[in-house]
Nanobody
């Protein structure tokens, strides 16, 4: 499975960005069975889960983004999205798309995701 994120960007606090991640080299019925997630990482810090969406479309968010970010998926397009609103400087990080065929949506842990995108930078200025 190959995952490719869209380009991130730089915005001012309070602004919005939408990230997308397209999967390739996978069949649709297989992709639709994956847990898909967005993680982020600051230099020197551990990679943290931002949100994930399971095969039934159930979504889970980390506390710091709940109510501001929305994760969604379009299996026919092999795409997962992260709509980010009311962005804060604390949201500045490298964002990664990830896929799991195991327990990713149960644990929310990076080690349970087998496939990763290359990352895309999001910068929020105050």
């Amino acid at each position: 499975v190959q995952l490719v994120e869209s380009r991130g960007g730089s915005v001012q606090a309070g602004g919005s960005l939408r990230l997308s991640c397209v999967a390739s080299e996978v069949l649709e019925y297989t992709y639709s069975s994956y847990c898909m997630a967005w993680f982020r990482q600051d230099p020197g810090k551990e990679r943290e889960v931002v949100a994930h969406i399971n095969v039934a479309g159930r979504t889970t968010y980390t506390d710091s983004v709940r109510g501001r970010f929305t994760i969604s998926r379009d299996n026919a397009q092999f795409t997962v999205y992260l709509q980010m609103n009311s962005l804060k400087p604390a949201d500045t990080a490298m964002y990664y798309c990830a896929a799991s065929s195991r327990f990713g949506c149960y644990s929310g842990l990076a080690r349970d995701f087998q496939w990763w995108g290359q990352g895309t930078q999001v910068a929020v200025s105050s």
